[in-house]
C-alpha cells in the first residue's frame, strides 16, 4: 500500500478530489497526512471531515526558508511518504526540499505550462489575449513550476471571463487531471526522460484533456491521435469565445 502526503495552504479543493478519487476508486494506497502551513485553512477543516489525519507546521513569522522546509521535509517523512502532492500550498519550497523528494513531489498549476507560470496565471492570461487556457500537473523541479509534464486539461476563454469566472472553470478541470496524475503515479505507469513524460495508456486515457462545455462542465478525453472520444450527444461549448 503506497502512502501519500498532502501539503495544503487554503481550501484544499484539489485534496479533496484526490481523496474522493482514493476512496471510490480503491487505489493501492492511502492518505497518511494532510500537512498545513497554516492552522486556519479551510483544507484542515475538510481533511478531518474526511478523517484524514492532519498536521500543522506554522509557518507564520518563518522567515528563514531553509529552516522551515528542513523542519518540513522531517515531518513528512516521518510518514514515509512514497508520494507528496502539494494541493494549494503556496509556499515556494527550498532546494533542498526539492531534492530530498525528487520524483514523489507533484503540483497543479492553473495555466497550460510553460505559459504564465507564476502567480496570477488567469490574469496573465486575460492580459495576454489567449483563447485556450487551462491547468497542468507536473512533478516539481528546482525552476518554479518548471518540472516534467504529466497531464494537461485546456478550457476556453470566454467572451466576458474575468478571473473569478475563469479561474472556476479551470478549477472543475483541474479536479479532473490531479486524481488522474496521482493515480497514474501511484500505480507506476509513467516512463521519465529528461522533461519528457509518457503514459503507458489504457483504452481510452490521454495526458490531455480539453473541456469543451465549460459552463455545463461536460469534460471530454482525446486519444492520443486526436480522436474524439465524446458521447455522440455530448455538448460543445455555448458561447462566445474571447
Known amino acids: 500500500m503506497k502512502k501519500i502526503v498532502i501539503l495544503v495552504s ?4 484539489n485534496m479533496i478530489a484526490i481523496a474522493d478519487a482514493c476512496r471510490r476508486q480503491g487505489w493501492p494506497a ?4 494532510v500537512i498545513a502551513n497554516r492552522p486556519d485553512t479551510q483544507a484542515l477543516r475538510d481533511a478531518s471531515e474526511l478523517g484524514l489525519h492532519t498536521e500543522v507546521l506554522d509557518s507564520t513569522g518563518a522567515t528563514d526558508r531553509a529552516h522551515y522546509d528542513a523542519r518540513l521535509a522531517d515531518l513528512v517523512d516521518g510518514f514515509e511518504p512514497s508520494l507528496v502532492v502539494l494541493a494549494g500550498y503556496m509556499r515556494i519550497l527550498s532546494d533542498a526540499f526539492v531534492d530530498r523528494f525528487e520524483g514523489r513531489l507533484v503540483n497543479i498549476h492553473p495555466s497550460l505550462l510553460p505559459a504564465f507560470p507564476g502567480l496570477r496565471s488567469h490574469q496573465q492570461a486575460l492580459r495576454a489575449g489567449v483563447k485556450i487556457h487551462g491547468a497542468t500537473v507536473h512533478l516539481v523541479g528546482r525552476q518554479l513550476d518548471g518540472g516534467p509534464i504529466i497531464i494537461q486539461a485546456a478550457v476556453p476563454v470566454l467572451a466576458g471571463d474575468d478571473e473569478q469566472s475563469l ?7 483541474e479536479h479532473r487531471i490531479y486524481p488522474l496524475a496521482v493515480r497514474w503515479l501511484i500505480e507506476e505507469r509513467l516512463d521519465f526522460d529528461e522533461q519528457t513524460v509518457r503514459l503507458r495508456a489504457q483504452s481510452g486515457e490521454s495526458q490531455w484533456l480539453t473541456c469543451f462545455d465549460a459552463l455545463e462542465d461536460e469534460a471530454v478525453a482525446l486519444g492520443a ?3 474524439d472520444l465524446r458521447p455522440v450527444n455530448a455538448p460543445c461549448v455555448s458561447g462566445a469565445v474571447r
Open 10 to 13: 487554503g481550501r484544499g479543493s
Open 30 to 33: 492511502q492518505i497518511v497526512a
Open 167 to 173: 479561474a472556476a472553470r479551470v478549477l472543475r478541470a
Open 225 to 227: 491521435d486526436g480522436t
